[in-house]
């Protein structure tokens, strides 16, 4: 079953406090958009060190439909939407109370399992989000095609890792990013030990997979221009188990 999933890199808005923000999604909006139309599985992750992650979180909206998606929040290539009826259009309302919606990038993608130790059970995971720019010179299509076909199989096989997803662009020429790359781990040192800590998009593994992995990065990736993210995973909502 093909899932389609609307990743939100939220930054607050200004004169708001981490925790203020935090308080406001968590308890005003996560009960709204856990409601919206068409929506089988909705996470939000926290970074486990805000002051030194890219965002104030991620929101998570996954669907079995890619129009259901569209109609709720709108198509790839605009960070605003216009939703006309439901718990869509009171969740949009209800942004502007805590969102800078003009800095929080965002991504609509179709989402491939590429390992899965847990049976799809993410509560309580922390997780690498890499949001992923091609190298100069290389076309989308042949950024995908290495991804996919040499890097994935190194990137699956890295210590630790419990469940590994990779999402790509519904509409790559209008998409923010060519793709994301999110690995689960049960364990934040171990995150940590084969990926780097937040605050760097850099990172230096000194063996195994990781190692592999991170010198396969320099193929294709743009890596100073790919924002990362560290967080844990709540499950607000999930129909799919």
């Given amino acids: 079953m093909s899932l389609y999933k609307h990743i939100a890199l939220l930054v607050r808005k200004e004169g708001m406090s981490h925790e203020e923000f935090v308080d406001y999604w968590q308890t005003n909006h996560t009960p709204i958009a856990r409601e919206i139309e068409g929506v089988v599985k909705y996470g939000t992750v926290q970074p486990v060190t805000p002051a030194a992650a890219e965002f104030d979180g991620l929101a998570e909206l996954y669907f079995d439909d890619l129009d259901a998606l569209h109609d709720a929040l709108g198509s790839e290539g605009s960070r605003d939407y216009d939703p006309a009826k439901g718990k869509a259009k009171e969740a949009r309302e209800d942004v502007d109370n805590f969102l800078d919606i003009e800095r929080r990038p965002r991504f609509?993608?179709?989402?491939?399992?590429?390992?899965?130790?847990?049976?799809?059970?993410?509560?309580?995971?922390?997780?690498?989000?890499?949001?992923?720019?091609?190298?100069?010179?290389?076309?989308?299509?042949?950024?995908?095609?290495?991804?996919?076909?040499?890097?994935?199989?190194?990137?699956?096989?890295?210590?630790?890792?419990v469940k590994y997803d990779t999402v790509l662009p519904t509409n790559p020429e209008a998409a923010e990013f060519d793709g994301v790359a999110e690995l689960y781990f049960d364990d934040l040192d171990a995150l940590h030990d084969a990926l780097g800590s937040e605050g760097s998009r850099d990172y230096d593994p000194a063996k195994g997979k990781a190692k592999e992995a991170r010198e396969d990065v320099n193929n294709f990736l743009a890596i100073g221009e790919r924002p990362r993210f560290i967080g844990r995973e709540t499950v607000q909502k999930d129909e799919l188990r």
């Fill in 108 to 161: 609509i993608g179709e989402v491939v399992v590429q390992k899965d130790e847990v049976d799809g059970d993410t509560d309580g995971l922390y997780k690498h989000s890499a949001f992923l720019v091609r190298k100069e010179g290389m076309t989308h299509d042949e950024f995908v095609d290495h991804w996919q076909n040499n890097h994935t199989p190194i990137a699956r096989e890295i210590e630790g890792v």
